[in-house]
C-alpha cells in the first residue's frame, strides 16, 4: 500500500492562496462565507484574540470575491463547502485591503503620517491591482500621491467604483490596534491623542465616515476585524452602520480549531501522536464566545506552533507554550494601574474567575468601570464562557496556557510591590529539583518563605490568604520547568490545591506531588494549626481515594500551614 502523502502544516502563514497551491492543509471555514453573505446588513463587525485566525480568514474572503481571481476559484475553493455551495456573489467584488497595525504612536505628527501611508499604500496597491478594471486607471493611480491625505484619497475609489458600476469588498484588519496603544499610554496624553483621532473631524472618524456616506451610491460589503470593540462604540455615529456578529451563537467556531477539526489535521499533517504527551484540551481548549455555542473552540495558534515541533523536532516538544503568545506585560500592567483594575485582576485570578456580563460596546472613558474592564479582559482572551449563573455568565480562565501569563504577571507585579523579593535561579532549580528527585519538600518550601513571603510589601499581606499563597507558589514553580504545576486540579472527589505533573519532555522524575495549603495568622495558637492540619490531611485522603490519584507509588502528598508571611509547618509522609 502508497503511503500517505501529507500534507504542510500552515503554521505562521495567513496567506490563502499559498496555503491552498502549495499542499498545506486547511481547515475549512468556508461554509461561514455562505453565512455571512446572507446577513441582512452588507456591513459586518466581528472582533477575537490576537493569534486566532483572523488574518487568514480575511485573505480566505478576499480570495473568493475578488473578480481577479475567478479563473483560479476551482483550484482555490473547488473542493471545500464554498466550493460545492457557491453563492451569487463569488468574484464579483474589487478588494480593496486596509491593515492598520504597526502604526506610530508616539506623536500626533508621527500618527497622522502613518495612518494617512497606510491609507495612500492600500489606494495606490487597489488601483494597480485592478488597473483593467477602471476606465481612468492613470488618471488614478496619478492623483492617489497628489492628495493630501489617505482619507480624501478614499474619494478616488469611490468616484471610480460609481463611473465604472464595481462593487468594492472594503476588509479592515486591526481596526483597534492603534487605539489600544493609545489606551495602554495609560496616561492623559494617549486617550486625549486618541480622542481627537475619532471625535468629530479626527483623522479616524473621517476615514470612517467617508465609507459610511459611500455606501449610499457605491455597491459595498465591508467587514472590520480587531480585539475590541471599544474603538466602534467611540467612534459613534461615524459609523454606525454595522452589524456586531462577535457574540453571535452561530459564529462562535467560525475562527478556531473544534476538536474535531484538531482530529482532521493530525490525520492530514502527519502529526505523530505518540509525541502528544500533554492534554491538549487543558491547554490550548476553551474558548466559547456564546454560552449556546455548539462547541469551545482552540486557540489556533497555540495549537499550530505544538504541532510544528513535533513535525520539525520527530520528538516530544521542549516547549508546550509559545511565548509569542503573551499578552503584552505592559500593556496588561497599564490597564491595571488603577486600584480597582488592580484589585479584580488579582481576583479573578485567585478564584480564577468571575461572574459578569460581556458587554458588547463601552468607551475609552468606560475602562476604569469594572464591568467594563471584565469585559475587555474577555476580548483579549484572558477570560471565556464557563457556563450561565443566574442570568449573567461565569467568565473563566480559558486553559492551561492562559493561565500561565496570569500567574507571570502576578510575580512581576508582586516583585514590583516588593523590592526586598529576590529571585536566585540557581538555588531554586536546586530547590525544585530536590522535590522531584529525592522528595524533598522542605527545602522549596523553606526558599520561598525566606525569598517571597518574609518579603512582602504592606499591599501584598493585604491580600495574604490560601489563594495568594497557591498564586505564587505556582509561579515559582511554573518558572523552573521541571513541572507543570496545576492548580485546583480535579483528583474526584474534591480539587487540590496544586497538583505538581511530571513535565512530558522530563519522564525521569521520580515523584509528582499533591499539596494542600492553609493559612493562619501570625500568632495562631497550636490548636487552630492542628485544626487546619486535620482539614487537610482528610482532604488529601479524598483525592487519594480518587481513580486519578490513587495507588500511585510516585505521587507524594502534603498538607503545607503557612502562619503569617514568615513561618509554616509541613505535614506529609501522607499516601
Known amino acids: 500500500?502508497?503511503?500517505?502523502?501529507?500534507?504542510?502544516?500552515?503554521?505562521g502563514s495567513s496567506n490563502y492562496k499559498s496555503i491552498r497551491t502549495e499542499n498545506y492543509a486547511y481547515v475549512d471555514k468556508t461554509m461561514y462565507i455562505e453565512m455571512l453573505e446572507n446577513e441582512t446588513n452588507k456591513n459586518l463587525f466581528f472582533i477575537r484574540p490576537r493569534k486566532f485566525g483572523k488574518s487568514l480568514f480575511f485573505m480566505t474572503l478576499s480570495c473568493y470575491y475578488d473578480m481577479n481571481e475567478a479563473e483560479n476559484f476551482e483550484q482555490l475553493f473547488g473542493d471545500l463547502y464554498i466550493g460545492k455551495h457557491p453563492t451569487p456573489e463569488k468574484n464579483s467584488y474589487a478588494m480593496l485591503k486596509f491593515d492598520f497595525s504597526g502604526l506610530d504612536t508616539s506623536s500626533e505628527e508621527g500618527f497622522r503620517y502613518s495612518f494617512n501611508k497606510k491609507v495612500q499604500d492600500a489606494i495606490r496597491l487597489f488601483f494597480q491591482n485592478y488597473q483593467s478594471v477602471f476606465s481612468d486607471i492613470e488618471y488614478y493611480l496619478d492623483q492617489v500621491g497628489k492628495r493630501t491625505s489617505g482619507t480624501t484619497s478614499m474619494d478616488l475609489v469611490f468616484n471610480a467604483a460609481e463611473i465604472d458600476k464595481v462593487k468594492i469588498y472594503f476588509i479592515i484588519d486591526e481596526y483597534?490596534?492603534?487605539?489600544?496603544?493609545?489606551?495602554?499610554?495609560?496616561?492623559r496624553l494617549g486617550k486625549d491623542f486618541y480622542k481627537t483621532m475619532v471625535s468629530a473631524n479626527g483623522l479616524v472618524r473621517d476615514f470612517y465616515e467617508r465609507i459610511k456616506n459611500s455606501t449610499k451610491f457605491v455597491s459595498s460589503r465591508t467587514f472590520i476585524t480587531g480585539i475590541s470593540p471599544v474603538m466602534l462604540d467611540d467612534l459613534t455615529s461615524g459609523y454606525n452602520i454595522s452589524t456586531n456578529l462577535t457574540l453571535h451563537?452561530?459564529?462562535?467556531?467560525?475562527?478556531?480549531?473544534t476538536k474535531k477539526e484538531i482530529e482532521w489535521l493530525i490525520h492530514e499533517t502527519g502529526v505523530n501522536p505518540d509525541f502528544i504527551t500533554v492534554d491538549m484540551e487543558a491547554y490550548y481548549d476553551g474558548y466559547?464566545?456564546?454560552k449556546n455555542g455548539a462547541n469551545r473552540v482552540y486557540n489556533p495558534a497555540m495549537v499550530l506552533y505544538f504541532f510544528n515541533q513535533i513535525i520539525d523536532l520527530h520528538r516530544v516538544p521542549d516547549s508546550i507554550i509559545d511565548e509569542n503568545l503573551k499578552t503584552d506585560y505592559g500593556r496588561l500592567q497599564k490597564l491595571t494601574q488603577n486600584d480597582s483594575n488592580r484589585a479584580t485582576l488579582i481576583q479573578i485570578i485567585k478564584d480564577e474567575g468571575v461572574v459578569a456580563e460581556v458587554l458588547k460596546k463601552f468607551s475609552v472613558d468606560t475602562l476604569n468601570n469594572t464591568d467594563y474592564f471584565i469585559s475587555l479582559l474577555f476580548y483579549m482572551g484572558l477570560l471565556t464562557i464557563k457556563e450561565a449563573v443566574m442570568g449573567k455568565t461565569l467568565l473563566g480562565i480559558p486553559n492551561y496556557s492562559i493561565r500561565t501569563l496570569y500567574w507571570e504577571y502576578v510575580m512581576k507585579f508582586v516583585r514590583e510591590q516588593s523590592p526586598a523579593m529576590t529571585i536566585e535561579t540557581r538555588y531554586l532549580d536546586e530547590a525544585i529539583t530536590a522535590l522531584a528527585m529525592e522528595g524533598d519538600l522542605e527545602r522549596f518550601i523553606a526558599?520561598?518563605?525566606?525569598?517571597?513571603?518574609?518579603?512582602?510589601?504592606?499591599?501584598?499581606?493585604?491580600r495574604f490568604d490560601e489563594k495568594y499563597?497557591?498564586?505564587?507558589?505556582?509561579a515559582y514553580l511554573f518558572m523552573s520547568r521541571i513541572y507543570v504545576p496545576m492548580s485546583e486540579y480535579e483528583a474526584v472527589p474534591g480539587r487540590a490545591d496544586i497538583y505538581l505533573q511530571r513535565s512530558p519532555t522530563l519522564p525521569q522524575i521520580k515523584y509528582e506531588w499533591v499539596f494542600e495549603l492553609k493559612y493562619c495568622k501570625a500568632g495562631a495558637k497550636s490548636g487552630e494549626i492542628a485544626k487546619l492540619q486535620k482539614e487537610g490531611e482528610e482532604q488529601i485522603k479524598q483525592y487519594l481515594s480518587s481513580h486519578r490519584l490513587g495507588n500511585r507509588p510516585d505521587l507524594k502528598a502534603a498538607v503545607i500551614v503557612f502562619i503569617g508571611k514568615n513561618k509554616y509547618r509541613i505535614f506529609k509522609n501522607l499516601v
Not at 449 to 459: G, N, T, V
Request: hydrophobic share 45%.
Open 447 to 462: 526558599y520561598v518563605s525566606e525569598h517571597a513571603f518574609s518579603k512582602l510589601s504592606d499591599y501584598d499581606l493585604q
Open 249 to 257: 451563537e452561530k459564529y462562535n467556531e467560525m475562527m478556531g480549531f
Open 176 to 187: 483597534d490596534h492603534f487605539a489600544n496603544d493609545l489606551i495602554a499610554m495609560g496616561n
Open 1 to 11: 500500500m502508497e503511503a500517505k502523502k501529507f500534507k504542510r502544516l500552515p503554521y
Open 288 to 290: 466559547l464566545f456564546n
Open 469 to 474: 499563597i497557591q498564586i505564587l507558589l505556582l
